[in-house]
């Protein structure tokens, strides 16, 4: 299934370097979604943009910061992360304004912090 | 009162067992609700929204009771498919916030 990619899949990164995971939708959806998915723990909404501007931003630290550059590309953008910081990160998208708001998944990043 | 709340499980069921989730949620302003499931290290997939009438697909049913506030999924003629966690979400009065249940683990056994 291609509708939401997700690259890398895989990410091992020092707490000094600095990355970015991508999104895609192929889905023609006009919201975007970042959460957080740690161990024993419910998903976490990180951010979201909805026709392109960011609505929501739950506490989420500085170290993490989205980029959203059209409807279809959604980044992630991470810098002097923590130990703590390592989970599964998903992106997610769905039609607002008149759509069914039901969410698609991509495959995630699993990330870890060393 | 945790914002959506699952009974974690484990659930361990027989083939061809009916098995029912229930799912708690504390916004009264909610709008929108929706049974996912995640198998092992997979992204979650969206099974049905649940609509205020009830919805059926397949072997698989879903009902919302507002003035309790819960929602449930019951899974009937259960198969070894089947078996994976759980997730409830519910809008919390904003469709562009969505949160999630911590799941309820399902397996299924021959």
């Known amino acids: 299934e291609t509708g939401v990619t997700q690259t890398p899949r895989h990410l091992v990164m020092g707490m000094t370097n600095k990355k970015s995971l991508k999104c895609e939708q192929h889905?023609?959806?006009?919201?975007m979604y970042w959460y957080k998915q740690s161990a024993k723990k419910p998903l976490e909404l990180m951010f979201v943009?909805?026709?392109?501007?960011?609505?929501e931003n739950n506490s989420v630290p500085s170290r993490f910061s989205p980029e959203c550059p059209n409807s279809s590309h959604l980044f992630l953008h991470l810098h002097t992360l923590q130990p703590e910081d390592s989970a599964l990160y998903l992106c997610?998208?769905?039609?607002?304004?008149?759509?069914?708001?039901?969410?698609?998944f991509g495959p995630g990043t699993r990330l870890t912090v060393t | 009162r945790k914002e959506v709340e699952q009974d974690p499980g484990p659930f361990n069921v027989p083939e061809g067992a009916t098995v029912a989730f229930n799912c708690t949620y504390s916004?009264?302003?909610?709008?929108?609700f929706f049974w996912y499931r995640q198998d092992c290290r997979k992204e979650p997939k969206l099974l049905m929204s649940v609509y205020s009438s009830g919805n059926e697909d397949g072997r698989f049913t879903a009902q919302l009771n507002r003035a309790s506030q819960y929602i449930s999924l019951l899974i009937r003629d259960s198969k070894l498919s089947d078996s994976a966690t759980y997730l409830c979400v519910v809008n919390m009065g904003n469709n562009n916030d969505m949160r999630f249940g911590a799941g309820t683990r399902l397996t299924v056994k021959p």
């Open positions: 889905l023609g959806h006009n919201a």
């Open positions: 997610a998208s769905s039609q607002v304004e008149g759509g069914t708001y039901e969410q698609y």
């Open positions: 943009y909805s026709l392109e501007e960011r609505v």
């Open positions: 916004n009264s302003a909610s709008q929108s």
